[in-house]
């Protein structure tokens, strides 16, 4: 793809203690195209929502700040942008929905003051705010927009709330929506209705979706392109089916492996990923993945792997993928 939308390039953020600082996300590259939906995985504390909020920058700082790197959207790097331009990005351009709906709203508002708060800040008159916001409402599912405009917070189930924090997401008609693990705290049902509306919404208007998640069930529906993290960088870029058949990093194969299968007449203990993510902040060298990798050789115990070619995909691994893969 020769246009991007989105492009982190060295993307480096620390947490800071006292006069030192500590790297947590560590040289991360990311690109995405107008219309793309990219998935992020990995298991929890591998980087995946820093480098979210680092986009917007919405990292609490202190302790985190952004140390190197670039973040260009639309050719513009927005980690040297003023907080004027980015109030004017967040929302319009960019939005973000978060993996907890029950605590991203205000419970003293009403539901319908809040989505045409975000509205008016970018420019939207109060009619016109009024009416966008019902629309948007109605464009997510919600059958009863005026009602849900009245209500508060606490007197919506968590799908309806999250189906609101899309529909505010939305109302401004951003080129990319960042989801956060936004299903996380929603029941299966509830879940596949939020997947089948941001995958109809993004068919619908073509932005493009960066798509947070631990699930590879929504990657491999959801997504055209996968970002595997460990340890605060990034260890395969892959195309989606490509990943699913020809993992190219021994912890993405992990992550497959301890998918359950299909078969339930024969039913198995499914497959562990041995020992515990490390910490970014205190590795020791080499691959951080090393400790846990059954294929590791000795280079990987002193040098760090770049991402390397694999066919479609990308892998920071010393290894081609011919030499473990059964």
């Known amino acids: 793809m020769t246009e991007i939308l989105l492009s982190l390039r060295g993307l480096v953020v620390g947490l800071r203690h006292g006069h030192d600082v ?31 909020l680092s986009v917007l920058r919405l990292l609490p700082s202190p302790p985190l700040e952004i140390l190197d790197g670039e973040i260009l959207f639309a050719g513009e790097n927005l980690a040297s942008a003023s907080e004027r331009r980015l109030r004017e990005v967040r929302g319009a351009e960019i939005a973000m929905v978060y993996q907890d709906p029950m605590t991203s709203l205000n419970p003293l508002l009403h539901v319908g003051y809040q989505v045409a708060e975000a509205l008016k800040a970018h420019g939207a008159s109060t009619i016109q705010a009024r009416e966008t916001t019902r629309d948007a409402l109605r464009q997510v599912g919600l059958s009863d927009p005026e009602r849900v405009e009245r209500s508060y917070p606490h007197e919506l189930s968590g799908g309806m709330i999250q189906r609101v924090m899309i529909a505010m997401a939305l109302a401004a008609s951003p080129r990319l929506l960042i989801a956060d693990e936004p299903t996380t705290a929603l029941d299966v049902t509830i879940q596949q209705q939020i997947l089948d509306l941001v995958l109809d919404i993004q068919t619908t208007t073509s932005m493009a979706v960066l798509w947070v998640t631990h699930d590879l069930g929504v990657v491999a529906r959801l997504v055209d392109r996968v970002v595997v993290m460990y340890a605060g960088r990034v260890v395969e870029d892959a195309p989606t089916r490509e990943l699913f058949r020809h993992p190219s990093h021994p912890y993405t194969a992990a992550l497959l492996a301890s998918l359950p299968g299909t078969q339930h007449s024969h039913r198995s203990l499914l497959h562990q990923i041995g020992g515990n993510p490390p910490d970014p902040t205190r590795l020791d060298g080499g691959c951080p993945f090393r400790p846990r990798c059954p294929f590791a050789i000795d280079q990987c115990a002193h040098e760090e792997p770049p991402l390397l070619p694999r066919g479609e995909s990308r892998a920071a691994c010393w290894r081609e993928p011919d030499s473990w893969l059964p």
């Open 22 to 52: 500590s790297p947590i996300v560590r040289g991360v590259n990311l690109d995405v195209a107008p219309g793309e939906r990219v998935g992020v995985v990995g298991e929890s504390g591998s980087g995946k929502t820093l480098t979210m």
